[in-house]
């Protein structure tokens, strides 16, 4: 075939660049296979044909060759080649922008949510009735509501910070991860500050479940892009948030061996299943015992934290139930100790 026309169920012209005394051809008729003694683009004797195909839409074919023209059985045999590929390629065109979709619509999903509660921590400091709606004190109304309730606003900026935070990880996973060059700034880093830096908007978090977080060993210094690294942290200590099981700790151990430079982090969280293991990179999965506790949800996922990791040569590598010991029992989900070791 020489020229080929497609048009997508929506409408879409795939192929613009074809003659326009072509496309007027084309919606001319509806057969599979037509000759056409004469072709207004002076391109002598043509067999054509179209068909419509689930996944492409409409396909317009339309040749010159003579043995094709003569025999219709050659063309349509030639006709079915063709559109399986087409059909091929347009499922994967389709794939990819129906990734896309659901990549910016979680984006401004999650963005429109983290909004909504840094509206809700403000209001809930500064109710609207008392500070921000007052035209001519506005700014002593509302540094009166902070003062009669002090601890509470403090809890509310910390938790704006955190929501901040995680506004900036979804920026990012979305600019690094589905650009198609990524910008690294590799630097060098400690890497105990890093990790701190992190945490720390999540300490209220722990100490309402009275999680204590215990640090081990020297820090060490390694060349990472400080953003993605960031993220990846964000999303594995917010998980350690979730799936902790209260009244424990955790332990970050910063390991210098002859090996190399490693961050163990290892706590008493959700039971892992061998399908866990085997699973928990793929993307959408989500954990057995997650879903029994109703804590599974919308974070960014393992299969991107470990992109992000990959962007730095880190590995991350999960092992559950290190201790050996016999699950403990809150209500009704199993926990254990598990370690995740990030390696340099």
Do not use: W
């Amino acid at each position: 075939m020489d020229r080929i026309r497609l048009i997508a169920q929506d409408g879409v012209e795939i192929t613009p660049s074809l003659e326009y005394t072509c496309k007027v051809c084309s919606d001319g008729f509806d057969s599979e296979s037509y000759v056409l003694r004469t072709c207004e683009a002076n391109c002598g004797k043509r067999r054509v044909g179209k068909l419509y195909d689930e996944t492409v839409g409409t396909v317009f074919f339309c040749t010159g060759d003579k043995e094709k023209v003569r025999s219709n059985k050659v063309f349509l045999k030639e006709q079915a080649l063709l559109k399986n590929i087409i059909s091929h390629v347009a499922k994967i065109r389709n794939d990819f922008i129906e990734d896309g979709y659901k990549s910016t619509n979680r984006l401004l999903h999650n963005l429109v949510s983290l909004n909504a509660k840094n509206i809700q921590e403000i209001y809930s400091s500064i109710p609207e009735s008392e500070g921000l709606h007052a035209y001519k004190d506005q700014v002593a109304s509302a540094e009166k509501a902070i003062d009669n309730n002090k601890k509470e606003v403090a809890k509310s900026i910390i938790r704006v910070a955190k929501n901040n935070m995680a506004i900036k990880t979804e920026f990012t996973v979305f600019h690094k991860l589905f650009a198609d060059n990524p910008e690294l700034s590799i630097r060098r880093h400690d890497v105990k500050k890093v990790i701190m830096s992190v945490f720390h908007v999540f300490f209220e978090d722990f100490f309402d479940v009275k999680v204590h977080i215990n640090t081990h060993g020297d820090t060490f210094f390694v060349n990472i892009d400080y953003e993605t690294v960031r993220v990846a942290l964000y999303h594995l200590v917010e998980n350690a948030s979730k799936y902790v099981l209260p009244n424990t700790t955790i332990d970050i151990y910063l390991l210098n061996n002859s090996d190399g430079h490693h961050i163990s982090m290892e706590m008493n969280s959700l039971e892992m299943t061998d399908e866990d293991i085997k699973y928990l990179f793929e993307e959408g999965y989500s954990g057995v015992y997650s879903h029994l506790s109703n804590k599974n949800g919308e974070g960014i996922g393992m299969p991107r934290v470990k992109k992000l990791l990959d962007m730095n040569q880190i590995a991350l590598k999960i092992e559950r139930s290190i201790d050996g010991g016999k699950p403990r029992s809150y209500k009704n989900v199993s926990y254990v100790r598990n370690r995740f070791l990030m390696s340099f």
